[in-house]
């Protein structure tokens, strides 16, 4: 984590698929490197027999049973979308890359 | 330098539920757009995901059908990444605790010809993992279309280890594998309908060395002879790219099928950081044994399996069980009427011959369907019933199968309804004898200077005259006898 | 009469109601009329939906004359944070990027809530999405403390904290992921409870931090909470981390629980730059339980300083990836300058998300990427273990634990803005809480020399809120600091 304070603002926004502005960035990298430096303090703690607390508490196996419950009509899932045909949602030609 | 390909596949199989992976909103395919959503397969603010029990069933078989060590628990990962057909832009999967682990799917290779059965082997497994299924975009000029009818489709990925070594074996493998699949009753591995989809990785590595090489994703592998030709394809174009010493780049490439030809999407350095981490919103699963011993109790026998027994118990041909024993619908029916009357070959030549050349020539779009046929196992059981019993030749067996097929009458109702039944009246073709005799000396006098065959003449002509009624036996008998 | 309603609790107006001394539909426009007259100053509501809420105290009203009302609410208004959805009404989350979402669904708690014969009743402001602690970072509007206008009404369910203390309205829902609701009653003056993970159900209530994420009651009495509690918890389907086994009936246990109980003072929460109007308060209360006969333990719980790196990891983690779906592609604000998909992502987002946002996505997003993992994600979860740990071992001792809610008083507007972490380090009395998904409440104990409400906050166990409500309520009808009210 020593490294930390050098966050790279402009992969993490690419990640996060958030356009931020010159100043934004360079007030976040400063910020998020104090914040960063704060955090070193958890390698002050030895946690090698923890295990990770995924959830407050341990339940397993909740299992719905297979039977079909009420759609929407194509209406009512389209009702927020900010461009629509022919039923379906509009958005400009994606490049394929998933 | 010889060149030796090393291939792995990513197979991804959606799984035959009612609804989807973790909501309860219907899925089948063909819908109209939009029609088989609700606020949680949109991914809309405030939703959350609620697991859905015969989905994780059907992938504990799968895995005790393939083999594979099913650990005691296992968790839910989400993978974040954008994309306009991914609802909530993470796609909830199982990154490092999978449903299943290792296992192998037994591959037949080619024989030395169609009647001869090909080598077997064990292809080696790596996981078995389940998730949810992403939209489907549709690509106009400047546009895209997003129907969110599939979004959420549990589906299974079944990763192989880079133990596949030509495209003929990855083949072999993706069709051994939709038989297993289809026979439990799993899915439907219809790769047309995007039921069944295939990734490859694909490296070469000088003949006789061990090491791999640099490993090359092809996507888009979207039927069963694309995987064949696309990875043919890139094999080639590693193939030259090392005789030219060029490097071959690790890459991730989309197989055209079109063209013919692989193009690259994405180099390892444009890799997705996909942020993997436990998805908050679901609990883990620990499948006890219990669960694992009442799931095992409903699995099918295994197509090769099934095919050794048949061979073995029944003396069926290879070529006969290689038509059977892979379609588990249709070797259920085969079974079905075996149950009725157990004579293995002649039904099961019936089925192999005449049912499936009746459907294919009945379907509009490639075979009917079996479970549209009329005819019913039992028919066909009571059709060679007819014939041992001598009621009628194989030869009128012939005709009325056709019959059966487009009325969906039982074998024994066509042939009263027509009087198709043998004559077993000797008076009667003794007088018919006799005629076809006086009036075929030629014949009549080969066969009394010791020449055998021409009998069969003389058979020819009593069989025209009763239309084929006449039991061939019975005929030969008489012939014989007023010959003599 | 109507003026004599604003500050009445639930537990009045539910007799009031009972005897017919009062209508629902009074009882609601009254609500309207203070909302009316007081709103321009405090400016808590972001949409009132009077029509539809004088419709549904119409049919309380009709019940109550059949005599078929559907439990001890029947009849009465309950505030909704923005963050939890409403069928066919906006879902804004104080944010530009849902300014125009409309909800095709409710929320499990609405459900409930509707169940009850309670009255949803308009849509209270907060800190976009849940992420701060002042509701300035509201894309609409900032609420201010009715206390003192001036000043934050805390957050992140500042609407709802500033509503209840304003008297436009007795009850309302809010979330709390690290302190969301109790740090907001505890700078308003009023009551506000945040359930053990799992009780309430999450179906419906936006996310921001799934794994820490509680819908819980503001009120101005224990026992207001303690009914709008009942009101809204219960397992639900179609929640996978929802409590499946029974849970208390908390008001009822009210009169039944009298104590005395044991109840441990952690150290860590007494730190030496403590507030000292507040400790002066806090420490009073204690001495108060302890006049009451109730054993007094020093317990420590020595983690407490780590909890904020590792809220602020997993919290600003789970949130990247729960707000991903905010994209301008189904339901969101999409930028009017994008070109293609790629483009619409990164400017709508730009554009729709405020920077308090956008900072923790970028810090979620970072702790999460390939090759910081391990040293920030999956550390934070297993020092999150030792957190729990660290509670479940005191609570060996004591039947709660009582702290300060917040370290210091409600601030003045635009006074933490510029330095995040200062902000984030004011919550470290609550999130370990969180955390541990352990039940807790603040309740108001005393007021500053400037006249600002100090919370006391309870810790109680796990499905004990029973004995959290009642330990609470022993402390209230001991004193009167809940019955201040602020001058507006």
């Known amino acids: 984590m020593s490294d930390a304070s050098n966050i790279d603002i402009d992969y993490v926004a690419n990640l996060a698929r958030l356009q931020l502005t010159p100043e934004e960035k360079q007030r976040f990298a400063g910020q998020l490197g104090d914040i960063l430096e704060h955090f070193e303090k958890l390698k002050s703690i030895d946690v090698s027999n923890e295990e990770p607390m995924a959830h407050p508490f341990p339940v397993f196996n909740v299992l719905g049973a297979d039977e079909a419950s009420p759609t929407l009509s194509p209406e009512q899932a389209l009702v927020n979308a900010p461009k629509q045909r022919d039923q379906q949602l509009v958005v400009p030609k994606v490049v394929d890359d998933a | 330098m010889e060149y030796e390909p090393v291939i792995g596949l990513e197979v991804h199989v959606q799984l035959k539920t009612n609804t989807k992976m973790f909501t309860r909103a219907p899925y089948h395919y063909g819908a109209e757009p939009n029609t088989l959503t609700d606020p949680v397969v949109l991914g809309m603010p ?45 796609q909830i999967s199982q990154f490092d605790q999978p449903i299943c682990d290792g296992g192998e799917v037994e591959i037949e290779m080619l024989g030395p010809s169609r009647n001869v059965m090909g080598e077997h082997r064990n292809v080696k497994l790596t996981r078995i993992h389940l998730e949810e299924d992403v939209g489907k975009l549709t690509h106009f000029d400047s546009e895209s279309l997003v129907d969110y009818n599939r979004a959420g489709t549990p589906l299974i990925e079944i990763v192989s280890e880079p133990d596949l070594y030509s495209p003929e074996e990855a083949f072999a493998y993706l069709t051994a594998l939709r038989n297993c699949l289809v026979a439990a009753g799993i899915s439907e591995c219809d790769m047309e309908k995007g039921q069944m989809r295939c990734d490859a990785n694909v490296s070469i590595r000088p003949k006789g060395t061990t090491e791999l090489g640099t490993k090359v994703e092809i996507k888009n592998l979207n039927t069963i002879s694309g995987v064949r030709n696309g990875i043919a394809y890139e094999i080639q174009r590693q193939t030259l790219a090392m005789e030219n010493n060029q490097p071959i780049v690790q890459e991730t490439r989309r197989w055209n099928a079109d063209e013919g030809y692989t193009t690259s999407m994405r180099s390892k350095e444009m890799a997705h950081d996909y942020r993997y981490f436990p998805d908050p919103d679901l609990m ?113 067996a012939k005709e009325v199968f056709p019959e059966m097929f487009s009325t969906g009458k039982g074998p024994s109702q066509i042939v009263d309804e027509k009087g198709l039944k043998q004559s077993t009246d000797t008076g009667e073709l003794e007088a018919t004898c006799q005629e076809i005799i006086n009036n075929n000396p030629k014949p009549v006098a080969e066969y009394k200077a010791g020449k055998e065959p021409a009998i069969n003449a ?24 007023l010959l003599a | 009469m109507s003026e004599d309603l604003y500050y009445k609790t639930a537990t009045e107006l539910r007799r009031l109601l009972e005897n017919r001394t009062i209508s629902a539909v009074e009882l609601v426009q009254s609500a309207i009329a203070r909302t009316k007259a007081t709103d321009d100053k405090v400016r808590a509501y972001l949409d009132t939906n009077e029509d539809e809420a004088i419709e549904l105290a119409r049919a309380s009203d009709e019940r109550r004359a059949n005599g078929k009302i559907l439990g001890p609410l029947d009849g009465i208004p309950v505030s909704i944070k923005d963050l939890i959805v409403e069928k066919g009404k906006l879902a804004r989350c104080s944010s530009r990027i849902l300014e125009n979402f409309v909800s095709p669904y409710d929320a499990t708690a609405i459900v409930n809530l509707r169940n009850s014969g309670a009255i949803p009743w308009g849509r209270v402001n907060m800190d976009e999405f849940a992420m701060g602690s002042s509701t300035e970072t509201s894309y609409f509007q900032k609420t201010a403390n009715p206390w003192d206008l001036e000043r934050i009404p805390g957050g992140s369910s500042g609407g709802s904290a500033a509503c209840v203390a304003a008297g436009q309205t007795v009850l309302s829902l809010g979330s709390d992921t690290g302190g969301s609701i109790r740090q907001p009653a505890a700078l308003c003056g009023v009551v506000g409870m945040k359930p053990t993970y799992g009780t309430v159900s999450r179906y419906g209530l936006i996310a921001f931090a799934s794994s820490l994420d509680q819908i819980g009651p503001f009120s101005r009495c224990v026992e207001d909470s303690a009914m709008l509690l009942d009101a809204i918890s219960g397992y639900d389907p179609l929640d996978s981390t929802s409590y499946s086994g029974d849970i208390p009936n908390c008001a009822q246990a009210i009169p039944e629980k009298k104590g005395p109980w044991k109840l441990g003072i952690p150290k860590e929460y007494f730190p030496d730059n403590l507030d000292p109007e507040i400790r002066t308060a806090v420490e009073a209360a204690v001495d108060n339980y302890r006049a009451r006969g109730c054993e007094i333990i020093e317990v420590e719980l020595p983690h407490t300083e780590l909890a904020i790196p590792v809220y602020y990891i997993i919290a600003t983690a789970e949130a990247s990836s729960n707000l991903s779906r905010y994209d301008g592609i189904r339901y969101t604000h999409r930028s009017e300058e994008s070109t293609d998909a790629l483009d619409i992502y990164f400017k709508s987002r730009g554009e729709g998300f405020g920077e308090e946002v956008k900072r923790r996505i970028c810090l979620g997003s970072f702790v999460l990427s390939s090759g910081y993992y391990d040293a920030y994600y999956l550390r934070a979860q297993k020092v999150r273990n030792l957190i729990r740990k660290d509670f479940q071992n005191a609570f060996k001792q004591v039947d709660a634990l009582l702290t300060p809610t917040s370290p210091t008083p409600a601030f003045k507007f635009g006074e933490r803005t510029e330095d995040p972490l200062t902000m984030y380090l004011s919550d470290i009395f609550t999130i370990n809480v969180n955390l541990a998904g352990f039940p807790a409440l603040s309740l108001p104990c005393g007021l500053t020399s400037g006249n600002l409400p100090i919370g006391l906050q309870v810790i109680g166990q796990p499905l004990k809120e029973d004995d959290l409500f009642a330990i609470a309520h022993s402390y209230e009808q001991a004193n009167d600091y809940w019955k201040l009210r602020p001058t507006l």
């Open chain 2, 46 to 90: 405030g939703t959350l995901p609620v697991m859905n029990r015969k989905a994780i069933e059907m992938t504990i078989q799968a895995g005790l059908l393939l083999g594979c060590k099913i650990p005691e628990t296992c968790k839910w990962d989400r993978k974040n990444y954008f994309y306009p057909d991914m609802p909530k832009n993470y």
């Open chain 2, 284 to 396: 883990p699963v620990k499948v006890s044994q219990d669960w694992l011993e009442q799931l095992a109790e409903d699995l099918p026998e295994l197509p090769f399996d099934m095919q050794r027994r048949y061979m073995r118990d029944y003396d069926l041909p290879y070529t006969i069980t290689s038509v059977l024993c892979p379609d588990a619908k249709l070797a259920a029916y085969f079974e079905n009427a075996l149950a009725v009357y157990e004579k293995p070959k002649q039904i099961a030549n019936f089925i192999t011959n005449d049912l499936l050349r009746e459907l294919s020539a009945a379907g509009e779009n490639g075979s009917l369907p079996l479970d549209q046929c009329k005819v019913r196992p039992e028919h066909v059981a009571e059709l060679v019933q007819l014939i041992d019993k001598g009621d009628i030749s194989s030869h009128i």
């Open chain 2, 458 to 481: 003389l058979k020819g002509q009593v069989m025209k005259m009763t239309r084929g009624k006449a039991n061939p036996k019975i005929v030969d008998e008489i012939l014989r006898k």
